[in-house]
């Protein structure tokens, strides 16, 4: 199974900037796709920024020309660029992988979440 660790989160002061990691683990056969979510207090989960095994890119639009996301194959870590930071953005942020095992089973891996903070 895969395993995901993310990192980065923290206190920043709106129109700043952060940058978010998920490092992976453990084997996939093959990776359908890669997502970042975050979910602030009292709000639903909400998908921020996918990147799939094609290399194609899709943001929500509260976030589109603010964040990327991006990928280190060499060093197995999924990233969120963000920049222009909001209030609003403020949430917990949490990486997603959907993959397929030797089984071919579909499995989603989930990390424990990094929390971003946007204020002044």
């Known amino acids: 199974q895969v395993q995901l660790v993310e990192s980065g989160g923290g206190l920043v002061q709106p129109g700043g900037s952060l940058g978010l990691s998920c490092a992976a683990s453990?084997?996939?056969?093959?990776?359908?796709?890669m997502r970042w979510y975050r979910q602030a207090p009292g709000k639903p989960r909400e998908l921020v920024a996918t990147?799939?095994?094609?290399?194609?890119?899709n943001y929500a639009d509260s976030v589109k020309g603010r964040f990327a996301i991006s990928r280190d194959n060499a060093k197995n870590t999924l990233y969120l660029q963000m920049n222009s930071l909001k209030p609003e953005d403020t949430a917990r942020y949490y990486c997603?992988?959907?993959?397929?095992?030797?089984?071919?089973?579909?499995?989603?891996?989930w990390g424990q979440g990094t929390q971003v903070t946007v204020s002044s």
């Open positions: 453990g084997r996939a056969f093959t990776i359908l796709v």
């Open positions: 997603n992988v959907a993959y397929k095992d030797a089984s071919t089973a579909t499995i989603n891996a």
């Open positions: 990147l799939t095994g094609d290399s194609v890119t």
